[in-house]
C-alpha cells in the first residue's frame, strides 16, 4: 500500500472515507500483475518467476484472459514435497 495515512485516522474518519469508497467498482484499486502465466506454461517458469520476487503468479486463460488460478510458493513447495493440493 503507497499510502498508509489512514491509520491515524479514528474510527469516524475512517467510516466516512470508506462511504466515498462505497459506489466504486473493486476493479479501480485493483494493480495488475507484471507477470502472468497461462494453463500450458512449464512448471519451471513459475519456479523462476516466483524466484525472481514474485509473490504470486496469476494463471490466466490464453483465450479470453480470465483469471483461472493463482500460483505460491507455497503451492509448489508442496508439489516438491509430494502434496498433490498443499
Do not use: C, W
Not at 491515524?8 to 469508497?21: C, H, N, P, Q
Not at 479501480?28 to 513459475?46: C, K, Q, S
Not at 524466484?51 to 496469476?58: F, L, S
Amino acid at each position: 500500500m503507497p499510502d498508509l495515512t489512514f491509520v491515524s485516522d479514528d474510527l469516524d474518519a475512517l467510516r466516512e472515507k470508506m462511504r466515498t469508497l462505497d459506489a466504486r467498482p473493486v476493479g479501480d484499486f485493483a494493480v495488475m500483475p507484471e507477470h502472468i502465466v497461462h494453463p500450458d506454461t512449464p512448471p519451471l517458469e513459475v519456479v523462476l518467476q516466483l524466484y525472481r520476487g514474485a509473490n504470486n503468479v496469476p494463471v490466466v486463460d490464453r483465450d479470453d484472459g480470465r483469471l483461472t488460478g493463482v500460483v505460491s510458493a507455497r503451492d509448489v513447495l508442496g508439489v516438491l514435497r509430494g502434496q498433490e493440493n498443499p
